[in-house]
């Protein structure tokens, strides 16, 4: 069977040494006595005297708590089943746009703003435009990946509302799914030059109980540029599932299970991560301490070799010293290989 971490692979824009332009100053924002930006002036405003959202932003994860009591019965049976094959049906793995997913509202993206639209262009070429017009939304507009976007302003927050999303799209990247009846309700309010908030709600009646969603916040990346991180190879090529991984015939000895255990803290992204390595009923167990995606609560780690491990479609690579003792846990994801050194 061909390993499922080989084919964790992202291909993103990388900077090459002579890209002066990454650093170059913008002009009309404020600056400081040192000529930085300023980035607790007060926001700018457009001609219309509306807060001006327009700039290259950048922000963490949000990190959607969601109530499993909320979703019909049938969506935790479809999660596991995609647990199971390492959520390689996410479309973003299939090298397709993420269209409302949580995740989509963190990155790199540039906002363009008129008075009759505003465009947000993503770092993976996807983009999306909310018509500022004061047009209605659609009653059946034709179902797109990116749905379709209505906003008005509320004082100085932007309210958009959004529908006609198909249903391949997933709401987390844990799986959790929607219907063509989602509704999307997002509100934007620029507090000052340098911080962009965010409120998402997810309304699918069709789904769940009740509307949920997560708060987010940006900050403004000043004198730099948005560089292209492109999808180029897709979880097609992945093979496999849990329940083959957990047949797996190689052996690790107990007392070498037992130097990998200890908590291993590092940086995910730009999010900080702590990862809990325990040993239960002669296997390693991975905890993923202060997780609020299902399925991050526990994971069990089914060898591949001595130091390589898998587990619910992440991978563990132990580093060891001269002795045998774990220094540091390599966590392999399709976004890149995330070192934590050992804490404990």
Known sequence: MRL??????????????????????????????????????????????????????????????????????????????????????????????????????AGWKRVLQTPAAIAILNDDLTYRVIHMDGRELEPNPAPSWMGYSVGRWDGDTL?????????????????????????VTERYRRRDVGHLEM?????????????????????????TEMLEAVCERSSEHWTGNLSDAARSTVIVAPDVLARYVGVYSGFWGVNKRVVEVSLSGGQLVAKILGGTIPGDESRPLIPQSQTLFEGLGLGYQFIVDDTGVATAVVEIHISGPYRYPRQR
Request: a neutral charge.
């Open 159 to 183: 309210v958009v509302n959004s529908v006609g999303f198909n249903d391949k799209t997933w709401l987390n990247d844990a799986g959790l799914p929607h219907t063509e009846a989602l509704r």
């Open 199 to 223: 409120e998402v709600t997810y309304t699918d009646p069709a789904t769940y109980a009740k509307p949920w969603g997560f708060s987010a916040n940006m900050a403004l990346a000043a004198d």
């Open 4 to 105: 499922f971490l080989a084919a964790l692979v992202l291909v993103v824009g990388t900077t090459p040494a002579s890209a002066q332009w990454l650093d170059r100053p913008w002009p009309g924002i404020p600056r400081t006595e040192d000529k930085k930006p300023n980035l607790k002036a007060p926001a700018p405003r457009g001609p219309d005297g509306k807060p001006d959202l327009t700039g290259v932003w950048n922000g963490p994860l949000p990190e959607p708590v969601f109530d499993p009591a909320i979703a019909q019965p049938w969506i935790n049976d479809l999660m596991r089943q995609r647990q199971r094959e390492y959520h390689k049906g996410r479309p973003s793995y299939q090298c397709l746009p993420s269209g409302p997913e949580a995740d989509r509202f």
